[in-house]
């Protein structure tokens, strides 16, 4: 098994004991993201039955802006955990940014360059955050209060550091694996297929789906077929933010 997923495995194992102690609710008033001191909650799933939460990570790239065409067409809204500079740096793909913010998608954190928080020094892993932070002030004018751990490794240091940022983070409960088949459309789509099989599922708290727009057929092949559907199955495809029951004046600061 590679490390790296060894490392979100027992971030996993860690993360879920903390996120047990956290009071999840689907009201406006959720404590997620009200000023408060502590580690950082941890969220796997929604809270609103009926709802998905299709998410992006490691962004912005190529294909961001012909995902925001697709999302438009459907007018559904999804989350970007966009980085700094990964496949890419962020100024160069800073229109598709502006463009997923001011088009009502949440607009997420997840680090400078992709680094496994807990291997850094407390320094290294702030910086992991600050820079991406400044970087989000340019272009859209705020900075986010969610973000995702990559490999979704997290330890207690990182997560009081979080915590301090007045971050919450987003973990999933599905993963189509897309990075381990980046030109397999039937191997994310069947995943798709089996979940939305579970028509009982309706009436529970909704999913959180990882998938990584830097995959072209992910991009633009599975996330359109993903959506029609969640669409045709009853769910409502909306952000993190949305599926926790969380008002949007909650999801940016300055």
Partial sequence: MPSFLRLAIAATIFAAALVSAVPVTSS?????????????????RCTVPGTI????DDGPFLYTNGLLDILKSRAVKATFFFNGNTYGRIEDFAASVKRAYQEGHQVASHT??????PSLSPSEALA???????????????RPTYMRPPFGSVSAPV??????RNYTAVMWDMDTQDWAHPDDFNASYQLYEALFNK?????QPGHIVLQHEVNQVTALQV?????DLALVSGYKVVTVGECLGDPKSNWYTV
């Fill in 28 to 44: 406006s008033t959720s404590p997620f993201l009200q000023k408060r001191s502590g580690p950082a909650p941890v969220i796997y």
């Fill in 53 to 56: 939460a299709i998410t992006f």
């Fill in 112 to 117: 400078w360059d992709h680094k496994d928080l």
């Fill in 128 to 142: 992991e955050m600050t820079m991406l932070e400044d970087a989000f002030r340019k272009i859209i004018g705020v």
């Fill in 159 to 164: 997560l009081e550091m979080l915590g301090q």
């Fill in 199 to 203: 028509t009982e599922e309706l009436g």
């Fill in 223 to 227: 996330a359109p077929m993903a959506i």
